[in-house]
Structure formats: structure tokens, C-alpha cells
């Protein structure tokens, strides 16, 4: 009986593994974060490195569960969306937002409901090939956000910045506020010697929030850092720029 039991299991993991590996969406890039008051653009590209033609509805589904933001979703228009995405193709879908001119300040946020339909068949394919009949099994909800305040954000270091060695590695310790009215998406380098410029990577930080770094500084290796630039990624302005002693 255990032995039965053991197949039983194996083949419902069999199974799950299956349909998970057609299960999946590829899509970039998965962020917006824009001004929504003067009206936000974005293109979206869905990939298909498979041999089976992908078909997907776009819909905006009201974003309700997360306090941080007020529901945008009834101001997003979405083109096309109906998408198909044959083999090794990638095909665009265009998002563009604009809030009402009544719209108070803050920050925003709408799913986009990205749901896999019946894929079409293939010119010249034929009725039984799997291509013409797979329905899955992909149903997401990637969230994007805006906002309506301040065109450039304020932030502030809370803590001063220490960069420390551990195990070999160099790592960033820091606390960045948002003083801004509306959230920010934030890119923070750490620049080294002949102004070379290494990637801490970027953060999304919401109207009040703070975030906390503690992140490594890939291939600074024995290089000493003397500065720490701090950027918005929407206006391309730095906002600080620390230096380190």
C-alpha cells in the first residue's frame, strides 16, 4: 500500500511539473511608476520562446487589498487587448493612464490582469497538434503603479551610509525616506575609481516609506568606493550625491 501511495504522489508532482512548465508569462518590463496626472506611456512586450502560440486578454482590475494606494484602474486604457504571440515571437501591448484633473495627491496603483485564452492554430497546422487546442493556465495579476504630486521626488538619508567587507564581498548599509508627496522609484550607485559606476539597483519607495539597504556592491572587489549617487529614475535628476571618507 505505501508502495501505491509513493506512485500516486510521484505522479501528481509528474503532472503539476508539466503543466507548470506551460504554465509561465514573459513579459517586460513589470514596472510603471509615472506621473498618471499628466498621463503615464508604456509599452509592454510579452516574449513566447516556445513551439506553442500564446493568446492573452489584457484587462485593469481595481487594486484594493493594498493600503498604500488609491485605485487608478478606471483611467487605464490598454492596446491592443487581445494579444497573440506565435513561436519565438514578441508582440507589444501599450498602456497609457491619465488621472482626473480632480485627483488628489498621492500614489496609485491597478492590476493588470494578463489571462491566457485558447491558442490559435498555426497556418498549415494541423487539428490534433497541440498548438491548436492548449488552454492554460496562465492568470496573473502584475500590479503597476502611479501617482499624481511633486514632478521631482525629496529624499533623505535617515542613517549615515556605511559600506562594509564581509566574506570577501563589499556591501551597502543605508536608510533612504520618501519626503515626497507621492511614491518614488529610486536608483542608487556607488561610484568608484576612474568614476566607474557600480549598480546597487533599483526600488519603488511609497509616499512615508523608508527603505532599508543592506545590499552588495558587485565587483567592487578591492576598489574603494568614494561616493554614493542617488537618482530618479522617472526625471533622470540626481538628488544626492554622499560622499565617503
Given amino acids: 500500500m505505501k508502495f501505491n501511495n509513493r506512485k500516486v504522489t510521484f505522479l501528481l508532482f509528474f503532472i503539476l511539473m508539466v503543466v507548470n512548465s506551460f504554465a509561465y508569462i514573459n513579459i517586460s518590463p513589470t514596472t510603471m511608476d509615472k506621473n498618471i496626472k ?3 506611456y508604456e509599452e509592454f512586450s510579452l516574449f513566447n520562446d516556445t513551439t506553442i502560440p500564446f493568446r492573452y486578454k489584457i484587462t485593469p482590475v481595481a487594486m484594493t487589498e493594498n493600503k498604500k494606494v488609491q485605485d487608478m484602474s478606471k483611467w487605464v486604457e ?4 487581445i494579444v497573440t504571440v506565435n513561436p519565438t515571437e514578441s508582440k507589444k501591448f501599450k498602456v497609457y493612464i491619465k488621472a482626473d484633473k480632480n485627483a488628489p495627491e498621492g500614489d496609485y496603483g491597478t492590476f493588470l490582469n494578463i489571462r491566457q485564452m485558447s491558442a490559435p492554430k498555426l497556418k498549415g497546422q494541423a ?7 492548449m488552454v492554460v493556465m496562465v492568470n496573473l495579476n502584475m500590479g503597476i503603479y502611479g501617482y499624481v504630486g511633486d514632478e521631482v521626488p525629496t529624499v533623505e538619508v535617515v542613517e549615515k551610509p556605511q559600506i562594509y567587507k564581509k566574506d570577501g564581498k563589499s556591501f551597502l548599509k543605508m536608510k533612504l525616506a520618501n519626503k515626497t508627496n507621492r511614491l518614488a522609484r529610486i536608483k542608487v550607485e556607488v561610484e568608484g575609481k576612474r568614476k566607474y559606476f557600480y549598480p546597487i539597483g533599483e526600488s519603488r519607495v511609497f509616499k512615508g516609506e523608508t527603505l532599508v539597504y ?6 567592487l572587489g578591492d576598489s574603494k568606493a568614494s561616493k554614493i549617487i542617488i537618482s530618479d529614475t522617472e526625471t533622470k535628476k540626481v538628488l544626492k550625491e554622499i560622499k565617503l571618507k
Avoid: F, L, Q
Fill in 38 to 40: 499628466v498621463g503615464a
Fill in 78 to 81: 490598454v492596446y491592443p487587448k
Fill in 127 to 133: 487539428t490534433e497538434s497541440i498548438g491548436a487546442g
Fill in 214 to 219: 543592506d545590499h552588495e556592491i558587485k565587483d
